[in-house]
């Protein structure tokens, strides 16, 4: 399942899921939820269960979040205490808990987060970021990765326990925008934008306690990919270069791009994408 923000200046939500042939059935609009900058969050319990988050339209800078249950979307609901964001927010499953974690709202680069929707808590205290930060589970370790406050175009990662999180880690790369993390029953991957002009994807792998040299993917962005692992692949989604508005993805950061829909459906920010059946997205 794909979900994203419109075009420019439609800040409607939309969704649509691939069947197992790879072509898409016709985007249909989130209810009447809408956004208008970042993105969507979104995970999955990989069948029949999502949940996305979003930073509101217009003014409204309150964090959203809704349900997808195999037919339909549940209403939308702010979390408790009502938290803000400039930013995409990020989730994962963890330990049979939905955890959130985002960028706080104005000048407070400050990444927080909150386990079950439940209440907001500093992530750490040693992690900020001007984008919206990336988490997932894998190994027993919530993972999150961010890139760098302010100027500070490096990316960051850290694990939690379910107690405290540990010291943040540099990560040899760099991103003008939050990266991606999916993880696989193999391995934990972070997918990232490059640093300054650089519009490539970028992604890493990380296994038996170190990561993998970063290597090229296929397809270029201006804004942060994503990534979700889907059947027995991992599948990136992004929003194209400059006024490229289409989506397009790639399987397991080789195979060709692909236009979501032929081109037919278009965002101005990145999409999220997540797994709710074995054999579509």
Same mark, same amino acid.
């Given at each position: 399942?794909?979900?994203?923000?419109?075009?420019?200046?439609?800040?409607?939500?939309?969704?649509?899921?691939?069947?197992?042939?790879?072509?898409?059935?016709?985007?249909?609009?989130?209810?009447?939820?809408?956004?208008?900058?970042?993105?969507?969050?979104?995970?999955?319990?990989?069948?029949?269960?999502?949940?996305?988050?979003?930073?509101?339209?217009?003014?409204?800078?309150?964090?959203?979040?809704?349900?997808?249950?195999?037919?339909?979307?549940?209403?939308?609901?702010?979390?408790?205490?009502?938290?803000?964001?400039?930013?995409?927010?990020?989730?994962?499953?963890?330990?049979?808990?939905?955890?959130?974690?985002?960028?706080?709202?104005?000048?407070?680069?400050?990444?927080?987060?909150?386990?079950?929707?439940?209440?907001?808590?500093?992530?750490?205290?040693?992690?900020? !970021? *001007?984008? $919206? &930060? =990336? #988490? /997932?589970?894998?190994?027993?370790?919530?993972?999150?990765? %961010? +890139?760098? @406050?302010?100027?500070?175009?490096?990316?960051?990662?850290?694990?939690?326990?379910?107690?405290?999180?540990?010291?943040?880690?540099?990560?040899?790369?760099? !991103? *003008?925008? $939050? &990266? =991606? #993390? /999916?993880?696989?029953?193999?391995?934990?991957?972070?997918? %990232? +934008?490059? @640093?300054?002009?650089?519009?490539?994807?970028?992604?890493?792998?990380?296994?038996?306690?170190?990561?993998?040299?970063?290597?090229?993917?296929?397809?270029?962005?201006?804004? $942060? &990919?994503?990534? /979700?692992?889907?059947?027995?692949?991992?599948?990136?989604? %992004? +929003?194209?270069?400059?006024?490229?508005?289409?989506?397009?993805?790639?399987?397991?950061?080789?195979?060709?791009?692909?236009?979501?829909?032929?081109?037919?459906?278009?965002?101005?920010?990145? &999409?999220?994408?997540?797994?709710?059946?074995?054999?579509?997205?």
């Amino acid at each position: 399942m794909l979900i994203w923000k419109g075009k420019n200046a439609d800040q409607r939500l939309f969704w649509s899921r691939a069947h197992s042939d790879g072509s898409w059935r016709d985007q249909q609009q989130v209810r009447y939820f809408g956004t208008n900058k970042g993105g969507i969050g979104a995970a999955s319990d990989g069948r029949m269960t999502a949940r996305a988050a979003w930073r509101g339209a217009d003014d409204d800078s309150r964090i959203w979040t809704a349900g997808w249950y195999g037919d339909g979307w549940s209403d939308q609901q702010t979390p408790v205490d009502a938290p803000r964001t400039e930013d995409r927010p990020a989730l994962a499953l963890h330990d049979g808990r939905t955890v959130m974690a985002w960028r706080g709202v104005g000048p407070d680069q400050t990444i927080w987060f909150s386990e079950n929707l439940g209440p907001q808590r500093v992530a750490g205290g040693l992690a900020s !970021s *001007t984008h $919206g &930060p =990336a #988490l /997932a589970s894998y190994g027993g370790l919530l993972y999150m990765a %961010w +890139k760098g @406050s302010g100027g500070d175009q490096g990316l960051y990662w850290t694990t939690y326990d379910g107690r405290t999180w540990a010291q943040p880690h540099p990560f040899p790369g760099g !991103s *003008t925008h $939050g &990266p =991606a #993390l /999916a993880a696989s029953p193999q391995g934990l991957f972070l997918v %990232w +934008k490059g @640093s300054g002009n650089d519009a490539g994807i970028w992604h890493a792998e990380y296994q038996n306690g170190r990561w993998s040299a970063q290597r090229p993917s296929p397809g270029g962005t201006s804004t $942060g &990919p994503s990534a /979700a692992y889907v059947g027995n692949t991992v599948i990136t989604a %992004w +929003k194209g270069v400059g006024t490229d508005a289409r989506m397009w993805t790639c399987r397991n950061f080789r195979e060709p791009q692909t236009a979501v829909a032929n081109g037919a459906f278009g965002t101005s920010d990145t &999409p999220a994408i997540v797994s709710t059946f074995v054999t579509e997205l």
